[in-house]
């Protein structure tokens, strides 16, 4: 046992491949600024379970985008059918238990990814008003006050967010990013690269399924936004602004793009888009990857001085 816990010592990618699942200290800021703001800010849980439900559906994009080097336009329709799913079932009384519907809703966004996965990857109206359940038999959803809606959502992303992070360090995770940075040679060693890329997209859609029943649920109403270009341009948006491949980038992109756009709205109601499109030019022609590349390459440059 010695000699081979010395020989590990000696191969510092080794020792990079034990410790890359554990969780640094530093992770644990997102969750504490999350219910910071549940008490700081009561006034905008609103506004907060929005951002919560825009994280975790940046988070399943990026699952598929920023680890498999899956390039899709058409992650709205998993999320649309996520949230069409929880509202045309509570709409007609048929389920409005939260929770078990958050499950039907991944299990209609499964089978959608994976028909649709396996053919892609081989090659205005409607609006419903939604009487939810309360949760666990006892908290309302108020749509006065989104105490619970907050709560729900930020467990919801927490218990996705861990799923993912699990995956994204495993076996099979190093493998998709292998695929994104190499398929040929990934073809060459004998993985099963179609159906590896055919289980994250899948994984990819149930996850968005949640984030779209998520926000059918916290809003208590659906309509044919969820599933429209503009939902599926956000999001990239969100990931091209945070980084993707980087497990965090969903958290700091969809932030950046929420706020922004709700401040931008504010002082320009008629061309807000025009701010986010100017952050966006610059993100791509000076960030290597996003806020988080321009992060990265700060904190490098002040760790190459302190050497100096």
């Given at each position: 046992?010695?000699?081979?816990?010395?020989?590990?010592?000696?191969?510092?990618?080794a020792?990079?491949?034990?410790?890359?699942?554990?969780?640094?200290?530093?992770?644990?800021?997102?969750?504490?600024?999350?219910?910071?703001?549940y008490?700081?800010?009561?006034?905008?849980?609103?506004?907060?379970?929005?951002?919560?439900?825009?994280?975790?559906?940046?988070?399943?994009?990026?699952?598929?985008?920023?680890?498999?080097?899956?390039?899709?336009?058409?992650?709205?329709?998993?999320?649309?059918?996520?949230?069409?799913?929880?509202?045309?079932?509570?709409?007609?009384?048929?389920?409005?238990?939260?929770?078990?519907?958050?499950?039907?809703?991944?299990?209609?966004?499964?089978?959608?990814?994976?028909?649709?996965?396996?053919?892609?990857?081989?090659?205005?109206?409607?609006?419903?008003?939604?009487?939810?359940?309360?949760?666990?038999?006892?908290?309302?959803?108020?749509p006065?006050?989104?105490?619970?809606?907050?709560?729900?959502?930020?467990?919801?992303?927490?218990?996705?967010?861990?799923?993912v992070?699990?995956?994204?360090?495993?076996?099979?995770?190093?493998?998709?990013?292998?695929?994104?940075?190499?398929?040929?040679?990934?073809?060459?060693?004998?993985?099963?690269?179609?159906?590896?890329?055919?289980?994250c997209?899948?994984?990819?859609?149930?996850?968005?399924?949640?984030?779209?029943?998520?926000?059918?649920?916290?809003?208590?109403?659906?309509?044919?936004?969820?599933?429209?270009?503009?939902?599926?341009a956000?999001?990239?948006?969100?990931?091209?602004?945070g980084?993707?491949?980087?497990?965090?980038?969903?958290?700091?992109?969809?932030?950046?793009?929420?706020?922004l756009?709700?401040f931008?709205?504010?002082?320009?109601?008629?061309?807000?888009?025009?701010?986010?499109?100017?952050?966006?030019?610059?993100?791509?022609l000076?960030?290597?990857?996003?806020?988080?590349?321009?992060a990265?390459a700060?904190?490098?440059?002040?760790?190459?001085?302190?050497?100096?």
């Open positions: 046992m010695t000699a081979l816990t010395g020989e590990l010592a000696r191969h510092s990618a020792q990079a491949l034990i410790a890359r699942h554990r969780l640094r200290p530093w992770e644990t800021l997102p969750w504490i600024i999350a219910v910071a703001g008490v700081a800010f009561p006034d905008y849980l609103g506004f907060g379970t929005e951002l919560l439900v825009a994280i975790l559906f940046a988070l399943s994009l990026d699952l598929a985008l920023g680890y498999a080097g899956i390039i899709t336009l058409g992650h709205a329709a998993f999320f649309g059918a996520g949230a069409y799913t929880v509202g045309m079932l509570a709409y007609h009384g048929i389920w409005t238990e939260p929770i078990s519907g958050l499950l039907l809703a991944a299990a209609v966004a499964v089978i959608i990814g994976l028909g649709s996965g396996l053919v892609l990857l081989r090659t205005s109206g409607l609006t419903f008003l939604l009487p939810i359940a309360p949760l666990l038999g006892r908290f309302e959803f108020d006065l006050y989104s105490n619970t809606q907050y709560l729900y959502a930020l467990l919801v992303l927490f218990v996705c967010f861990a799923f992070r699990t995956l994204i360090y495993s076996p099979f995770g190093q493998s998709l990013t292998g695929i994104r940075e190499n398929i040929l040679r990934m073809h060459a060693v004998g993985s099963p690269v179609r159906a590896r890329l055919v289980t997209y899948t994984l990819s859609a149930a996850i968005a399924g949640i984030a779209g029943g998520l926000w059918a649920q916290t809003s208590a109403y659906v309509n044919l936004s969820a599933l429209g270009l503009d939902r599926a956000a999001v990239l948006i969100m990931l091209i602004l980084g993707y491949g980087r497990l965090y980038g969903a958290f700091v992109g969809a932030t950046a793009y929420m706020v756009s709700h931008l709205a504010r002082i320009y109601p008629t061309a807000w888009q025009l701010g986010l499109g100017l952050l966006l030019v610059g993100i791509a000076f960030a290597k990857n996003g806020i988080l590349g321009i990265e700060l904190l490098q440059r002040w760790r190459s001085r302190r050497k100096d």
